[in-house]
């Protein structure tokens, strides 16, 4: 089965950069897209970030020109740069695979347990 390992959440401060990483583990064969997605309190779950395994890129409308989403694809990690940041940016990043294959199944989408991201103002 696989699993998604997200790191570098935290609190930053307006203006300020931070850097997510997820990587996916597990007899993985091939993951066609990963990304990341958000939700802030009350709010809907919305599209951060997408790339597929070949290099395109698909972005919020929030985050354009702010993020950058990149991926190795040896290593099944997908990192998400985040600059100047926004209060409103402020919410549990889901990072997420689709289209994987393993050595025993195929699984269309799967989703990280989250990781908190606070901007302060």
């Known amino acids: 089965q696989v699993q998604l390992v997200e790191s570098g959440g935290g609190l930053v401060q307006a203006g300020g950069s931070l850097r997510l990483s997820c990587a996916a583990s597990?007899?993985?064969?091939?993951?066609?897209?990963m990304g990341w997605y958000r939700q802030a309190p009350g709010q809907q779950r919305e599209l951060v970030a997408l790339?597929?395994?070949?290099?395109?890129?698909n972005y919020g409308d929030s985050v354009k020109g702010r993020f950058t989403i990149s991926r190795d694809n040896a290593k099944n990690t997908v990192y998400l740069q985040m600059n100047s940041l926004k209060p409103e940016d402020t919410g549990v990043y889901y990072c997420?695979?689709?289209?994987?294959?393993?050595?025993?199944?195929?699984?269309?989408?799967?989703w990280g347990q989250g990781s908190q991201v606070t901007v302060s103002s």
């Open positions: 597990g007899t993985i064969l091939r993951i066609n897209a």
């Open positions: 790339i597929t395994s070949g290099g395109s890129t």
């Open positions: 997420n695979a689709g289209g994987v294959r393993t050595t025993r199944t195929f699984i269309p989408e799967y």
